[in-house]
């Protein structure tokens, strides 16, 4: 389901009939009248805020500084990043830190900021997928499992997940692996030993 | 430095990963993870205008069919001989049974939203009404201490206009369309006589119909359920196929029973190179085709008459 503004109205799950506020926050549920759900509204004073916009103040004396991006604009902050004057519009506020555009871009790219990151890769699932999944056909866990162990080592310090998680998997993925390794070297040393003995015959 | 975040539901898992609703300091987190990478959206408690619950219609006939039809295959591993199909029967039918008793524990299902000015988030992890009360539980306080509590005046200078009010009472129903439940009865009256006639003359092939039409009773039986609509009151004859469900159980195990045994004759008579496979022959004990028969006329005159009288009545 695509994810659109409310504009303040709030609808039925099911039928998407909308909820007049005057039912908002009561204590029983009610049912929709189109289609007959139970339908419970929790609303909070955001609803009721109006969408507040920046707009920047014109620069009116000479000796006032402007804003790198907007020269007609009055500056009213630098940036912490790069020192660039900044007008309310560009100012972009993280944490009380002050950035401008392009520094904010620069900083989710580069993962400085974290409260903005969206994304993150688990490398200890691929370590231990990696370590798991192809021993199930024996052959292919001897070019794996190297590379399970190579990611195990590689990206130990890589930051994990935003969440609470623990580092079983990157545990359990180099056992496997190292498991793995060793036994697959048993083997070759195994039918080496009985090639030389049948031949030495 | 201990992690922010605390769990605020459980993992909504699909075939590719799952996702998770965390509360952080100032912000609800929603995980969303396809295992070798996650996906991360932060919702401000500042910015959080409202959250929706819609309870969804109930489909307790359904999980309850699903039940008796996971009953029905489990215990059709007691009729048949061959050990790999006792096997397979037993395992398939007891994991469809568990699922099917755990989502009945699991209780109604519902749909949340979280609305901010700018967007209407679904969130699947709330997807059980128990579940959504306890999401409601601890994120509403965290909510109104980052932005206090709404007020009336607050609420009536919103200002929409509505033009579905909402009641406290369910709405009125209206007549469906379909007559699934008098074909279905209908069908439950042919297959007694079918049965009768096939226990008659045992060497007919009217046995073979049988297998159809008995599949299709259950399957019949099942679309019937899953269509129903928590505003059709034709309460009698919804229990109706629910008992008749049950009772295809019974009758079930010694189809699946015949029919395992028709295909051992099969395999026996290739490798005694018979040319012409044995016809399906059902030759049930006399108790068995009695009850079948007798069950099979209750269920249609009763259901039929009481489906035709509750939709003349309104009820459907």
């Known amino acids: 389901m695509a994810n659109v503004s409310t504009g303040g109205v709030i609808c039925c799950g099911e039928c998407s009939s909308p909820i007049p506020p005057e039912y908002w926050n009561q204590e029983a549920n009610l049912h929709c009248l189109t289609c007959g759900c139970r339908v419970m509204v929790v609303a909070f004073p955001a609803i009721a805020r109006k969408p507040a916009g920046m707009f920047p103040d014109a620069i009116e004396l000479e000796s006032e500084a402007s804003c790198f991006y907007h020269p007609q604009s009055r500056a009213t902050v630098p940036c912490e990043e790069c020192g660039r004057f900044l007008c309310r519009l560009c100012d972009l506020e993280i944490d009380g830190e002050h950035l401008c555009p392009q520094c904010f871009q620069s900083g989710v790219r580069t993962r400085k900021l974290t409260k903005l990151e969206t994304r993150r890769t688990m490398y200890d699932t691929i370590a231990l997928a990696l370590a798991a999944w192809p021993a199930l056909l024996i052959w292919p866990a001897v070019l794996t499992a190297p590379a399970s162990l190579f990611i195990v080592f590689r990206r130990w310090r890589a930051p994990g997940s935003l969440v609470p998680r623990t580092r079983i998997r990157f545990y359990l993925a180099g056992l496997f692996a190292l498991a793995e390794i060793a036994f697959a070297t048993f083997t070759i040393w195994t039918i080496s030993q009985l090639s030389g003995r049948s031949g030495g015959r | ?316």
């Open chain 2, 1 to 316: 430095m201990p992690n922010p975040y605390h769990r605020l539901t459980g993992r909504r898992r699909t075939l590719l990963g799952y996702s998770q609703l965390w509360l952080g300091d100032d912000h609800i987190l929603l995980v969303q993870s396809t295992r070798f990478a996650e996906d991360y959206r932060r919702f401000a408690l500042t910015d959080i205008q409202a959250i929706s619950v819609t309870d969804l219609p109930s489909r307790l006939f359904q999980q309850v069919a699903m039940a008796a039809a996971a009953l029905a295959w489990t215990l059709s591993a007691l009729a048949v001989n061959f050990i790999l199909a006792k096997f397979f029967l037993a395992f398939t039918g007891s994991l469809a049974l568990a699922y099917a008793v755990i989502d009945l524990a699991r209780g109604d299902r519902c749909r949340c939203y979280l609305h901010t000015a700018v967007s209407k988030e679904l969130l699947a992890t709330v997807s059980r009404s128990r579940t959504a009360q306890v999401f409601l539980a601890r994120v509403r306080p965290a909510i109104e201490a980052a932005q206090g509590r709404v007020t009336t005046e607050e609420l009536a200078a919103v200002g929409i206009g509505v033009q579905a009010p909402v009641s406290d009472q369910p709405p009125e129903l209206v007549a469906p369309r379909g007559y699934t439940l008098e074909i279905l009865f209908t069908l439950f009256l042919v297959d007694a006589a079918l049965i009768g006639l096939s226990v008659s003359f045992p060497n007919s092939e009217i046995a073979g119909a049988l297998l159809t039409t008995v599949f299709a009773e259950v399957v019949l039986g099942i679309v019937a359920l899953i269509r129903r609509t928590g505003r059709d009151r034709r309460n009698i004859a919804y229990a109706v196929i629910v008992v008749a469900l049950f009772c295809v159980v019974a009758d079930g195990a010694g189809l699946v029973g015949a029919v395992v045994n028709w295909f051992s004759q099969i395999v026996e008579a290739a490798r005694q190179g018979a040319r012409i496979p044995p016809g399906f022959v059902l030759a049930p004990r006399p108790a068995s085709a009695y009850f079948a028969i007798g069950w099979r006329i209750a269920a249609g005159i009763v259901g039929l008459t009481s489906a035709v009288l509750e939709r003349r009545t309104g009820r459907a």
